[in-house]
């Protein structure tokens, strides 16, 4: 599998609500920069990760290493699975994967 840290910087974009450009220059970054971080092209540098720590308050190890101290290190893992899976699909697979995901979320959703 590949490194993933780029998938979940784009989780925290997302979850943010951010588009590339706001988000990248809230961490002092290019948006073309961004880009190939995200799609896994290029690594982000190390003052770009403790700027992104600090920022959006990240546990680190769970950016870089993908484990955390106050999360299920096995969720984490189970959540980059479905992510790099999900990208290998073709658009009707994930259209169906998402609507599969939404009738689940609202019959299981916790409370």
């Known amino acids: 599998m590949p490194n993933l840290i780029g998938v979940r910087i784009k989780y925290i974009r997302k979850l943010h609500k951010l588009n590339q450009i706001n988000f990248s220059e809230s961490i002092g970054i290019s948006q073309g920069n961004l880009s190939e971080i995200e799609s896994g ?4 540098s ?4 403790i700027k992104l720590g600090q920022q959006y308050n990240l546990d680190l190890n769970w950016l870089i290493n993908n484990t955390a101290k106050n999360v299920s290190t096995q969720l984490l893992e189970d959540e980059d699975k479905l992510i790099y899976l999900y990208r290998q699909l073709q658009s009707t697979a994930k259209e169906e994967v998402i609507d599969f995901l939404e009738l689940k979320g609202k019959r299981y959703t916790k409370s």
Do not use: D, F
């Open 41 to 44: 092209k290029i690594l982000p």
């Open 46 to 49: 190390l003052e770009t990760v």
